[in-house]
């Protein structure tokens, strides 16, 4: 794991005998790493020490389904694929798609990561990131106690809402055993419109437009013409080549979709955008591209960069990738959930250009106030650029929770912001 090799991985099969492997590891002052399907191992900086992986997989259990009241209570090393595969016989899913499905990525994984794909627009039916979906989470602690917090109703909180600190903590605070979570209905019908414009300038003002506008896409998606030309060769769309691509989804039932759409055109072919209606398979396979595009690259030469902004400054990043490969040429594969300003970044090419690029680029991220992280690298990348880049005055507060919760450094020390 990023050059460490630890003494030790182990397959434990229920919380308590994770428990006992905490509470040896802290008399032993041996460091731990929670696996869960592997597919988000890199992200953060290379571990302080990795003595015992501790992989939750057989942790595979739906414990319970509440279909009357849109609730699911699973154990954490389920996979994304089988939970919503289980839901599915209630007309029920989880309503985010980050990437990894195919390849197992875990409910404790997805948590612990706050990972998401388009969905995240919060629009339409789509409902943000797990951290608005959890309910209650039960944990490892550091010091091998098991405790739970939150509960099955959706106003459960009295006091700090802890079960959204574990989102995004990275498993260091502890280890994610069982989570609660809200459910929504399956749409009935989809369907996505996939437009060409002549500038990035055009496409980016025509998604102003469509979020100014009464319309509710599920996803809207602003791509480079390197990954759109990807995509249509593979998928053969036969897309314009050169060109920008919005992709914008809706999701509800068939009337009501069909009307967004014809609403849609009309707002496209104002800029002069001429586009295709994908349903069925192809969609799927579509979004699919989206969803996965970072995570195919060569992992030995490739820097996946996640990026946040203001909705207005897309287009700066974009002219920016533009400039970048132009004078480098790197590989530049991107794009951005252009409802809330997310971008995903793929440089590829020779390292010293990779790691000159992915410094430009957060240094005007942060001029724009925005931030940007590195969410994979090879080691020799890791080791010259600080894949979380500047955290400011809150990350005093957050080495002080680590401390409080885990004085001894026991859970995946040097991984999270600022070496915690």
Same mark, same amino acid.
């Given at each position: 794991?990023?050059?460490?090799?630890?003494?030790?991985?182990?397959?434990?099969?229920?919380?308590?005998?994770?428990?006992?492997?905490?509470?040896?590891?802290?008399?032993?002052?041996?460091?731990?790493?929670?696996?869960?399907?592997?597919?988000?191992?890199?992200?953060?900086?290379?571990?302080?020490?990795?003595?015992?992986?501790?992989?939750?997989?057989?942790?595979?259990?739906?414990?319970?389904?509440?279909?009357?009241?849109?609730?699911?209570?699973?154990?954490?090393?389920?996979?994304?694929?089988?939970?919503?595969?289980?839901?599915?016989?209630?007309?029920?899913?989880?309503?985010?798609?980050?990437?990894?499905?195919?390849?197992?990525?875990?409910?404790?994984?997805?948590?612990?990561?706050?990972?998401?794909?388009?969905?995240?627009?919060?629009?339409?039916?789509?409902?943000?990131?797990?951290?608005?979906?959890?309910?209650?989470?039960?944990?490892?602690?550091?010091?091998?106690?098991?405790?739970?917090?939150?509960?099955?109703?959706?106003?459960?909180?009295?006091?700090?809402?802890?079960?959204?600190?574990?989102?995004?903590?990275?498993?260091?605070?502890?280890?994610?055993?069982?989570?609660?979570?809200?459910?929504?209905?399956?749409?009935?019908?989809?369907?996505?419109?996939?437009?060409?414009?002549?500038?990035?300038?055009?496409?980016?003002?025509?998604?102003?437009?469509?979020?100014?506008?009464?319309?509710?896409?599920?996803?809207? /998606? &602003? #791509? $480079? *013409?390197?990954?759109?030309?990807? +995509?249509?060769?593979?998928?053969?769309?036969?897309? !314009? %080549?050169?060109?920008?691509?919005?992709?914008?989804?809706?999701?509800?039932?068939?009337?009501?979709?069909?009307?967004?759409?014809?609403?849609?055109?009309?707002?496209?072919?104002?800029?002069?955008?001429?586009?295709?209606?994908?349903?069925?398979?192809?969609?799927?396979?579509?979004?699919?591209?989206?969803?996965?595009?970072?995570?195919?690259?060569?992992?030995?030469?490739?820097?996946?960069?996640?990026?946040?902004?203001?909705?207005?400054?897309?287009?700066?990043?974009?002219?920016?990738?533009?400039?970048?490969?132009?004078?480098?040429?790197?590989?530049?594969?991107?794009?951005?959930?252009?409802?809330?300003?997310?971008?995903?970044?793929?440089?590829?090419?020779?390292?010293?250009?990779?790691?000159?690029?992915?410094?430009?680029?957060? /240094? &005007? #991220? $942060? *001029?724009?106030?925005?931030?940007? +992280?590195?969410?994979?690298?090879?080691?020799?990348? !890791? %080791?010259?650029?600080?894949?979380?880049?500047?955290?400011?005055?809150?990350?005093?507060?957050?080495?002080?929770?680590?401390?409080?919760?885990?004085?001894?450094?026991?859970?995946?020390?040097?991984?999270?912001?600022?070496?915690?």
């Amino acid at each position: 794991m990023d050059g460490k090799t630890p003494s030790l991985i182990v397959f434990p099969n229920t919380k308590e005998e994770i428990s006992e492997i905490i509470k040896l590891a802290n008399r032993e002052s041996l460091s731990v790493i929670p696996w869960g399907g592997g597919t988000k191992i890199g992200i953060g900086n290379k571990p302080e020490k990795a003595d015992i992986i501790i992989i939750t997989n057989r942790l595979n259990r739906l414990i319970e389904h509440n279909d009357s009241d849109l609730v699911a209570t699973t154990e954490s090393g389920i996979t994304l694929h089988d939970f919503q595969t289980a839901l599915k016989d209630k007309n029920q899913s989880l309503p985010i798609d980050p990437p990894h499905l195919k390849r197992g990525a875990t409910i404790g994984g997805i948590i612990a990561t706050n990972d998401s794909g388009p969905k995240r627009l919060r629009s339409g039916t789509t409902h943000g990131t797990m951290r608005e979906l959890i309910l209650g989470i039960k944990i490892v602690r550091p010091d091998g106690e098991i405790a739970k917090a939150g509960a099955k109703v959706v106003k459960n909180v009295a006091g700090y809402d802890i079960p959204k600190l574990f989102v995004g903590s990275l498993g260091t605070l502890g280890i994610i055993v069982e989570a609660t979570l809200r459910l929504y209905t399956i749409p009935e019908y989809s369907q996505t419109f996939i437009v060409s414009l002549p500038s990035l300038q055009t496409a980016h003002e025509t998604a102003l437009s469509i979020l100014n506008s009464s319309l509710t896409p599920a996803c809207l /998606e &602003l #791509v $480079n *013409s390197s990954l759109s030309e990807s +995509i249509s060769t593979k998928l053969k769309l036969n897309l !314009k %080549s050169n060109e920008y691509v919005l992709a914008i989804r809706f999701e509800s039932v068939e009337k009501a979709v069909k009307s967004q759409s014809a609403k849609l055109k009309e707002i496209c072919s104002s800029h002069k955008g001429q586009g295709v209606i994908l349903e069925g398979e192809i969609e799927e396979k579509f979004w699919y591209e989206i969803t996965e595009f970072p995570w195919t690259q060569d992992k030995d030469k490739t820097a996946v960069c996640k990026a946040s902004v203001l909705i207005k400054d897309l287009s700066i990043i974009f002219e920016k990738l533009e400039d970048i490969s132009k004078n480098s040429g790197l590989g530049i594969l991107a794009s951005a959930r252009a409802g809330n300003g997310v971008l995903i970044i793929s440089l590829d090419g020779e390292i010293p250009n990779v790691i000159k690029a992915a410094i430009s680029l957060r /240094e &005007l #991220v $942060n *001029s724009l106030n925005g931030t940007m +992280i590195i969410q994979q690298a090879p080691p020799s990348i !890791k %080791s010259e650029i600080d894949v979380w880049g500047e955290i400011g005055s809150s990350l005093s507060i957050m080495k002080k929770l680590k401390s409080q919760f885990d004085p001894n450094g026991v859970i995946n020390p040097g991984r999270f912001v600022g070496g915690i």
